[in-house]
């Protein structure tokens, strides 16, 4: 029976990144995962792909709205749709072979097959090539991250009604396509497919879009998305589909029907933790699926851990990462930290809207009295010289110490924007620190700069 210091069920972001962390730390590490391509959902068929195709579809959509008012003429602009998928396709297979590379770098032994725990110490991996594989480790980490979910009574079989996972690469452009839930997920991939050519209606069931994200954002992100055409819909209940030769009738609460090509669901997503073996080492999931852990990650069984989306929180492939260094770092020194204060998200629409730290909504709840400074990026230089002006930034401080509580951005860039804010409330930084320290003109930080000017009532340019 082989034998390593620390194995890691999923080779996700949170699971390969634990992985190497320990072999850099001196452990004998291994991973399993059944997928022959590594980097779990995020690298394949998720954060990576999602975002080849939004930047695809951004530029044809550019060519055909944007570049006439900006005095550049071209022929006639077409779409090659197996082209993009394909080069879709090679982003992440470039991505996902270089975790391979890492894997041998760092000298991690990677077990390809479907891994279960078999009592304490113990995995089994199915190998995907057959047979079975026993291997003992003092410590394993359970990364194994989550999957789609659905409503009831509406199964997902992959063609007319499909997860996101289908929806990066749909055959044909749909005529019209019906996303059910107004999240990100549902966002960004109906962004995409409207860009490029597909009605696309959203069914949302509460009365907002991001339920997430602080409500102003939301709601400014809600007046621009409709603005650009997708057809949202609020406070809609979706009961059922039913499924036609071609085309797929969605049935709404009030006896409405939607007629489409195709269905997205994009309701959230729920733990995978099914075929694991956790009741072999006396563990349970709560309610909702989830693996419960400690502050240590630790779970109710010796030596047995759990991290990323498997443990719940913020289904974000960073945070997955941030857990799983830290858990290593715990295991083999003692010490290790992740500040949920301070992990930042992206919706990658477009505009982009990011956040970190608390929601306006959420300091009302918790009775925490707070500063409030926005700027609009229509007054900033360079987002008017690149012709994207819409949205804002807006910081939340605390009202007597000033320190920063959370910062929303929707607009240009504002993905790598959030980045800034994000280090500023992890070294625990004043909206006054972020004022007086100097960033480049023009450049679109300036309004991360005049927005925490705004919160002492002192913005220069607006």
């Known amino acids: 029976m082989k034998q390593h210091d620390l194995v890691v069920i999923g080779a996700g972001p949170g699971g390969y990144v634990a992985a190497i962390r320990a072999a850099q730390l001196g452990l004998n590490a291994a991973c399993v995962e059944f997928e022959r391509a590594l980097g779990g959902t995020c690298l394949r068929i998720g954060c990576i792909p999602s975002k080849a195709l939004l930047d695809s579809s951004r530029l044809y959509d550019e060519a055909v709205n944007g570049f006439a008012s900006r005095g550049i003429t071209v022929g006639k602009i077409g779409i090659d749709l197996p082209k993009m ?3 879709k396709d090679q982003v992440v297979k470039g991505l996902t072979g270089g975790v391979d590379g890492l894997f041998r770098k760092n000298k991690v032994t990677r077990y390809y097959g479907r891994g279960r725990l078999d009592g304490p110490g113990r995995i089994v991996v199915d190998l995907a090539d057959g047979g079975k ?5 003092k410590h394993v980490i359970v990364a194994t991250g989550s999957v789609p979910a659905t409503l009831p009574n509406i199964d997902i079989d992959g063609e007319l009604v499909t997860s996101s996972t289908e929806a990066l690469s749909y055959p044909e452009i749909p005529g019209h396509l019906v996303v059910i839930g107004g999240g990100y997920i549902g966002l960004e991939m109906g962004t995409v497919w409207r860009r490029l050519g597909s009605k696309v209606t959203v069914l949302e069931y509460l009365d907002r879009i991001l339920p997430l994200s602080d409500a102003e954002i939301a709601k400014e992100a809600e007046k621009i998305f409709r603005k650009q055409g997708l ?26 029907t939607v007629r489409c090509d195709r269905v997205l669901m994009a309701v959230g997503r729920r733990p995978y933790t099914s075929g694991l073996g956790l009741e072999t080492v006396g563990v349970e999931t709560d309610r909702r699926g989830f693996v419960p852990v400690d502050e240590r990650y630790r779970t109710a069984a010796e030596g047995v851990y759990a991290i990323g989306d498997v443990i719940g929180g913020a289904m974000l492939a960073h945070k997955a990462e941030e857990e799983g260094i830290a858990c290593v770092e715990r295991i083999v020194t003692g010490y290790g930290h992740v500040n949920y204060d301070a992990i930042p998200s992206v919706v990658y629409t477009e505009p982009e809207v990011a956040a970190v730290g608390k929601t306006e909504e959420e300091l009302k709840a918790d ?22 002006t819409e949205g804002k930034v807006k910081i939340l401080a605390d009202a007597k110490t000033d320190r920063v509580l959370g910062v929303h951005i929707i607009g240009p860039h504002a993905g790598d924007l959030i980045a800034e804010c994000a280090v500023a409330m992890e070294f625990g930084a004043s909206s006054e620190d972020i004022a007086r320290s100097c960033h480049a003109h023009p450049t679109l930080s300036e309004a991360v700069k005049e927005a925490a000017l705004a919160v002492a009532g002192r913005a220069i340019h607006y």
């Open 231 to 256: 057809d949202i819909r609020l406070g809609v209940k979706v009961t059922g589909v039913k499924k036609n030769r071609k085309t797929v009738d969605v049935e709404v609460e009030g006896g409405e």
């Open 85 to 87: 998928l394909a080069h």
């Open 133 to 137: 594989e026993e291997i003992q480790a």
């Open 367 to 388: 009775g925490v009295e707070y500063k409030k400074g926005t700027f609009p990026f229509v007054a900033n230089g360079r987002a008017k010289a690149v012709g994207h």
